[in-house]
């Protein structure tokens, strides 16, 4: 069976679809208030070890990330609008950074850091980073 698309709707959604172009979905860590801390903790310090939960993230999911948003212009052409298709993009990509960072693996913690925090789990003390995981669509 072959479904008919009047003119109208293949005009709109060839509209929808152009206007991506340009379009730039980005997640991660985007306040400056824990900036310096998500980079202390992915690139390491003398006294830190690296912990690099964006990097993993990416090299985990960055081509189910591409699938996503070729299936989410697949959506497109059939009706979905645009911005319903970049923010689920965007939802997937903090999803799994956020999830990276909470379930690492990561190097332990040291002895005096974990006295201090009172916890083993690295990258997770008060939950400030993880939630400040975020994601932005730009033009």
């Given at each position: 069976?072959?479904?008919?698309?009047?003119?109208?709707?293949?005009?709109?959604?060839?509209?929808?679809?152009?206007?991506?172009?340009?379009?730039?979905?980005?997640?991660?860590?985007?306040?400056?208030?824990?900036?310096?801390?998500?980079?202390?903790?992915?690139?390491?310090?003398s006294?830190?070890?690296?912990r690099?939960?964006?990097?993993?993230?990416t090299?985990?999911?960055?081509?189910?990330?591409?699938s996503?948003?070729?299936?989410?212009?697949?959506?497109?052409?059939?009706?979905?609008?645009?911005?319903?298709?970049?923010?689920?993009?965007?939802?997937?990509?903090?999803?799994?950074?956020?999830?990276?960072?909470?379930?690492?693996?990561?190097?332990?913690?040291?002895?005096?850091?974990?006295?201090?925090?009172?916890?083993?789990?690295?990258?997770?003390?008060t939950?400030?980073?993880?939630?400040?995981?975020?994601?932005?669509?730009?033009?």
């Open positions: 069976m072959v479904k008919v698309i009047n003119h109208v709707n293949i005009d709109k959604i060839l509209k929808d679809i152009s206007s991506l172009d340009g379009t730039v979905v980005s997640a991660g860590v985007m306040d400056a208030k824990n900036a310096t801390k998500a980079a202390i903790n992915e690139y390491g310090t006294k830190i070890p690296q690099p939960f964006m990097r993993t993230a090299n985990r999911h960055g081509k189910s990330w591409g996503k948003s070729a299936k989410a212009v697949q959506s497109a052409m059939k009706g979905m609008p645009i911005s319903q298709v970049t923010e689920l993009v965007g939802m997937q990509m903090k999803t799994d950074i956020s999830s990276t960072l909470t379930n690492g693996p990561w190097t332990p913690n040291a002895v005096s850091t974990i006295a201090k925090k009172g916890s083993s789990r690295p990258l997770i003390d939950g400030e980073l993880r939630a400040s995981i975020t994601y932005k669509v730009e033009k």
